[in-house]
C-alpha cells in the first residue's frame, strides 16, 4: 500500500481479499468505479451508501442488544470487519460506547474472552514458543507500528489474574489510542505474554484458549520478559511499549529495568498518576489551596498508589516546597495497615513515603497494625484516594471523620471496575452534605442531592496515554520521561469542566481536541528533556494535527505493479 499525490491508497488488494481486510473494507461505501477496478461487482449488494448511511444500520443493530457484553461483542466484531466504520461509530456515540468498549465492560470481555473469541487480533507471545518469539513477531498483520499495549494478564483491573483473557485489555486501550489519540489503527500491535495463569476457573474450562500452566515466575520469567524487549528492540525499535495490568511484583520492576533503553511506560503506575494529577489541579483550582496544603491518604500502596504518590510529591516540588516536608504530607496504607519505616516488608519505593515509626508507634491497634480509620482519626486528610480494589472500605464514619475537619474532601474511588470502587458517588455525596469534590476510576451516573445534580468525573486514564501516544509518534520520542507525563497532566488540567464549573475533568465528547492539545505540550516537553529532535511549536503542532488519523474513508486506486 502507498499514498499517490492526492491522498488516493493505491493498493495491490482486491476482491474477497480487500474486504475481509478491516483496515480497507469499506462494505457498501465502496463506488461503482472502485468495484470495478477491484473486481467487487456480486461481493456486495448493488447499492452504494455513504457512511453515514451505515452509521444509521450499525447503530440500530447495536440498540438491539440485550445487555453490555453482547454489545461489548457487537463493538468488536465490528471492528474485525470494518474499522473506519467502527471508530465512527464509536466517535458519534464517545459517552455511550467507551465503557463498552473498555472500563467497565471490557472486564466481562475479559473473562469471557475465550467464549467470545472470534478472530485473532495481535499476537500471543506463549512460553512454550519462547524460542520462536522472533518469527512470531514477524508475523504481526501490519509492518510498521507506532504503539504496542502489551499484558501478561496477570492483573486485570480489580479482577485478577484473568491468563489469555487479559488480551481484552491491549486490545481496548488500543482502540483508545485510535478514538482518543488519532493513532492509525493499522499502527497499533496488542500483545499478550502467555506465561499461564493462576486461575483454577480459567485452567478448568474446557474452552480456555491460552497455555493451559500454572504462571511461571522467577527466572525464567524474567527471561521471557527481556527475550520479548530484545525482539521488540530489534524488530521495531522506534515503537512506543505500554505495559498493562502487570502484578505489583513485576509491574515497576519492569518500568525501572526498561524504561532508560526503551521507549516505554507503564499505564496503571505513570497514566493514572497523571490522570489523578490533572483531576487534583482542577480540585485544588476550586478549592484555592496548592499541594504543599494537603495532607494526602491513599488506600492502595501497590504500583498505582506510589505512582501518585510520586507524581503529586513533584508537584510539590513544583511550588517550591521541601522534600523531606512533602514526605510528611503522605499516608499510604496496604493490606497490612500504614506504611511506616518500622515494618520489614515495604518495597524501596513504599520506604519512600513509608511514616517514621516514631511519629506513628502509638496509633497502633490491638492487632499491632495501623488502619484506616485510625489514620484519619490522626490527621486532617484533604485527599482521600483508593486504588485498593477493596469495595467499601472509605464507608460513613470514615468520610464523616474527614468531613468534620475539612469543608472540601477531595475523594477519589479509584478501583474498578463498578462493584470494586472503595465508595459509589451517592453515598460520599450524601455522607458530606454535597461538599466533596469526586472522580471515580469508573463511569457513574450524575447524582442528584437535595435539588441539585452533581455530575461525577471519571478519572480514567484514557485522558492521558492516548495523547502520550500522538505525542512520541509525531515526535519521534525515543523514551518518555516522568516530566512527559507530568506536563501530560497539567495540560490537561487546563481545560475547565462542566457547566457548574466543579467538574474536575472536561466532558469526553471533547477528548480529540483535548489529546492534541496534551500531545502538543508533551512534545515540547519531550524536546526540554533531550529526547526529541528540537522544532518550533507551530511545527509541532503541524506535525502532530497531520499525524492525526480520523475514522473517514479515502479514495482507492489499484497497483498497476
Not at 524460542?131 to 499484558?151: A, F, S
Not at 530489534?234 to 511499549?241: A, S
Not at 455525596?429 to 455530575?455: H, M
Request: hydrophobic fraction near 40%.
Amino acid at each position: 500500500m502507498e499514498l499517490d499525490q492526492d491522498s488516493t491508497i493505491v493498493m495491490k488488494l482486491a476482491g474477497k481479499d480487500l474486504i475481509s481486510d478491516p483496515i480497507f473494507n469499506k462494505g457498501t461505501a465502496f463506488t461503482d468505479k472502485e468495484r470495478t477496478e477491484f473486481e467487487l461487482h456480486g461481493l456486495l449488494p448493488p447499492v452504494v451508501e455513504t457512511l453515514e448511511q451505515q452509521l444509521v444500520r450499525a447503530y440500530e443493530a447495536y440498540k438491539r442488544k440485550d445487555d453490555d457484553l453482547e454489545r461489548h461483542i457487537f463493538l468488536r466484531a465490528l471492528q474485525d470487519t470494518n474499522e473506519t466504520l467502527f471508530y465512527a461509530l464509536l466517535y458519534r456515540h464517545i459517552r455511550e460506547m467507551a465503557p463498552i468498549i473498555y472500563t467497565p465492560v471490557v472486564a466481562q470481555g475479559c473473562i469471557y474472552f475465550s467464549h467470545i473469541y472470534r478472530r485473532p487480533r495481535g499476537l500471543f507471545l506463549s512460553y512454550p514458543l519462547a524460542n520462536k518469539m522472533d518469527e512470531i513477531i514477524e508475523n504481526r498483520l501490519y509492518r510498521d507500528v507506532d504503539v504496542i499495549v502489551v499484558t501478561d494478564g496477570e492483573r486485570v483491573l480489580g479482577i485478577g489474574d484473568q491468563g489469555s483473557g487479559g488480551m481484552g485489555i491491549p486490545i481496548g486501550k488500543l482502540s483508545l489510542y485510535t478514538l482518543i489519540g488519532g493513532i492509525d489503527p493499522q499502527r497499533t500491535l496488542p500483545i499478550l505474554l502467555d506465561v499461564g495463569t493462576n486461575n483454577e476457573e480459567r485452567l478448568k474450562d474446557p474452552e480456555y484458549i491460552g497455555w493451559r500452566h500454572q504462571r511461571i515466575t522467577g527466572q525464567p520469567y524474567w527471561d521471557f520478559v527481556d527475550k520479548f524487549v530484545c525482539c521488540i528492540r530489534k524488530k521495531l525499535p522506534n515503537v512506543l511499549l505500554q505495559w498493562e495490568d502487570f502484578s505489583k511484583s513485576h509491574a515497576r520492576p519492569i518500568l525501572d529495568k526498561y524504561r532508560n533503553s526503551l521507549c516505554t511506560f507503564n499505564d496503571d503506575i505513570q497514566g493514572t498518576a497523571a490522570v489523578t494529577l490533572g483531576v487534583l489541579y482542577n480540585a485544588l483550582k476550586i478549592t484555592k489551596k496548592k499541594f504543599s496544603d494537603q495532607q494526602i491518604v491513599i488506600v492502595g500502596a501497590g504500583s498505582a498508589g506510589t505512582g501518585i504518590s510520586d507524581y503529586i510529591l513533584a508537584a510539590m516540588a513544583a511550588e517550591g516546597m521541601d522534600g523531606k516536608q512533602a514526605l510528611e504530607r503522605f499516608f499510604l496504607l496496604d493490606s497490612k495497615g500504614l506504611l511506616h519505616k518500622g515494618r520489614t516488608d515495604l518495597s524501596p519505593v513504599q520506604q519512600k513515603f513509608a511514616q517514621p515509626f516514631e511519629k506513628v508507634t502509638d496509633w497502633k491497634g490491638t492487632d499491632g497494625q495501623i488502619d484506616l480509620a485510625k489514620v484519619m482519626n490522626k490527621i486532617q486528610a484533604t485527599i482521600l484516594i483508593g486504588v485498593s480494589s477493596h469495595p467499601g472500605i472509605f464507608t460513613e464514619s470514615i468520610i464523616n471523620i474527614m468531613a468534620s475537619k475539612v469543608y472540601r474532601p477531595i475523594i477519589l474511588p479509584l478501583s474498578n471496575p463498578y462493584d470494586r470502587a472503595e465508595a459509589v458517588p451517592e453515598d460520599l455525596i450524601r455522607w458530606t452534605d454535597g461538599r466533596a469534590l469526586i472522580a471515580t476510576g469508573t463511569e457513574f451516573q450524575p447524582v442528584s442531592y437535595n435539588g441539585k445534580t452533581f455530575k461525577v468525573a471519571q478519572c480514567n486514564n484514557f485522558y492521558i496515554f492516548p495523547a502520550i501516544g500522538l505525542a512520541v509518534s509525531a515526535s519521534r520520542a525515543s523514551r518518555v520521561t516522568d516530566n512527559m507525563m507530568v506536563a501530560a497532566a497539567a495540560a490537561l488540567s487546563d481545560f475547565q469542566g462542566n457547566d457548574d464549573n466543579e467538574s474536575l475533568l472536561p466532558p469526553i465528547e471533547s477528548m480529540q481536541e483535548i489529546a492534541v492539545n496534551i500531545a502538543i505540550k508533551v512534545a515540547i516537553q519531550a524536546q526540554q528533556d533531550g529526547v526529541a529532535q528540537e522544532m518550533s511549536k507551530d511545527n509541532v503542532s503541524q506535525l502532530i494535527h497531520k499525524k492525526f488519523w480520523t475514522a473517514e474513508y479515502r479514495k482507492y486506486s489499484r497497483s498497476k505493479k
